[in-house]
C-alpha cells in the first residue's frame, strides 16, 4: 500500500513562493508516477503537474515557468516548488501517485495541504 502525506502549505502573499513536499512510502512501482493537483472552493480539481520514473516533467500553462516539480529518490520525498504565487493558485494541494504503465486514473492521494495566496 502506498501512503503520502503533504506538508509545506500556509499562507503567502502575491509574488512569494512556498515549496510543498509530499513523503511517500511502500511500494516503489506502484508510485513511480507522481503527480500534484489543486482544487479551489467551488471548482473541480486541476492537475498542477506531474513527474515520470524517468524525470520528465510537464505542467498545466498556468504554472509553467512558475512551479517545478522534482523528486528526491532517495528521501522518497516529491516537491512542488512554488514562485511567483497568484491569488489564483489558492487551494488545497494534492499529491497522487500510480504506476506509470497504469493508464487509469491516479490511485493513491494524499490529505492535501492548503495553499492561500493574498493580494
Known amino acids: 500500500q502506498v501512503q503520502l502525506v503533504e506538508s509545506g502549505g500556509g499562507s503567502v502573499r502575491a509574488g512569494g513562493s512556498l515549496r510543498l513536499s509530499c513523503a511517500a512510502s511502500?511500494?516503489?512501482?506502484?508510485?513511480?508516477?507522481m503527480g500534484w493537483f489543486r482544487q479551489a472552493p467551488g471548482k473541480e480539481r486541476e492537475e498542477v503537474g506531474f513527474?515520470?520514473?524517468?524525470?520528465?516533467?510537464d505542467y498545466v500553462d498556468s504554472v509553467k515557468g512558475r512551479f517545478t516539480i522534482s523528486l528526491d529518490n532517495a528521501k522518497n520525498i516529491l516537491y512542488l516548488q512554488m514562485d511567483s504565487l497568484k491569488p489564483e493558485d489558492t487551494a488545497m494541494y494534492f499529491c497522487?501517485?500510480?504506476?506509470?504503465?497504469?493508464?487509469?486514473?491516479?490511485?493513491?492521494w494524499g490529505q492535501g495541504t492548503q495553499v492561500t495566496v493574498s493580494s
Open positions: 513527474i515520470y520514473s524517468n524525470g520528465a516533467t
Open positions: 511502500g511500494y516503489l512501482y506502484d508510485r513511480d508516477c
Open positions: 497522487a501517485a500510480k504506476r506509470c504503465s497504469s493508464v487509469g486514473p491516479y490511485k493513491y
